[in-house]
């Protein structure tokens, strides 16, 4: 996607030495483009857990690449596999990061050692370019969800409401939830975003409503808390959210709160989508609630925020009353009864085994 006009990806590769590793610092967003230089896989391993770079895809990718950077200087079986558990302790929830470190040893372990970090190079490549590619498509096939609430509705805006990021900057690029956005509001479509905020880090005030800015897409930043009351008052078609893995019964993990989103669409007769890459999908898990492990971030998340003072300095303050613990999931799961449907590069599916095994059936097969 582009930033004034310029076109970015959130990750790639130096074109001047060919081997460090570029991402976005998404922590300096909204209010600075601040392109950092990764050199090893300890710079890599820090980005990802001070979320420097985040969203399932995007980490999966990233680390990647961490693993490239690693056997440059370290190539041997054991080098290999320590970088690779170390990488894939970073962050928890999403699974997309242990997809994309599974799918680099698969293809690294034959490879002779002298070879190995071209070899990791062509390999995270790969991981990069198929998302980007799988990140289209899921905008595609979520956009005739879009247009029918539209000819439903004609010379009215399509009312979305999404949770967290889910844009360019949380995948290679695109997006999931945001890509479907994008592709409505390229084609034309009236569309406007209700953004939850999605506290406590604020993905969406900070870095959805940035990427919508951006690209022009009319959006309101909502606090977390209105969505229901909007859904209530027929204000929301449709709510459009991403996901960090999905289990083989289409149990969704996804940013804390979404859970109660989907609580108040199913109240209130509204859509709930999950759009999703199939670096997403967690064959080997079938209850959500119970067996996919919840990140718990640092407590100062909840108890102090971010943001930029009239006279345009970032600081940090602590809006909790002093004293006061904080508890800090990053997390939680949404029941596949809560799900009207998943929007994916290979079509749209109920949220259930069924659904899933239709639309990969060699998941179904392996399982
Ligand atoms: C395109 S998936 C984005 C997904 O990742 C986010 O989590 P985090 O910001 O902690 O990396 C959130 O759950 C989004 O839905």
Redesign the pocket.
Known sequence: MKIDGVPYRSVWVDPEDGWSVRILDQTRLPWTVEILRLTDERQVAHAIKS?QV????L?GAVAAYGLALALRRDDSDAALEAVAAMLGRT?PT?INLRWALDRMLRALRPVAPGRRAAAAYAAAADIAEDDVETCRRIGQHGLPLLQAIAARKPGKRVNILT????GWI??VDY???LSVIYQAHDSGLPVHVWVDETRP?N?GSALTAWELGKHGVPHTVIADNAGGHLMQHGEVDIVL????RVTRQGDVA??IG?YLKALAAHDNGVPFWVALPHS?LDMSVRDGVREIPI?ERDAREVLETTGQTWDGRVETVRTAAPGSAGLNP??DVTPARLVTGLITERGRCEASETGLRGLYPEFAAAA
């Open positions: 979320m985040r969203g399932a895809p980490i962050r999403a949770h967290c990021n889910t949380a995948t997006g999931t939830a880090r993905q959210v991403g996901t960090d996804n940013k979404t997403t990140e990053a997390f």
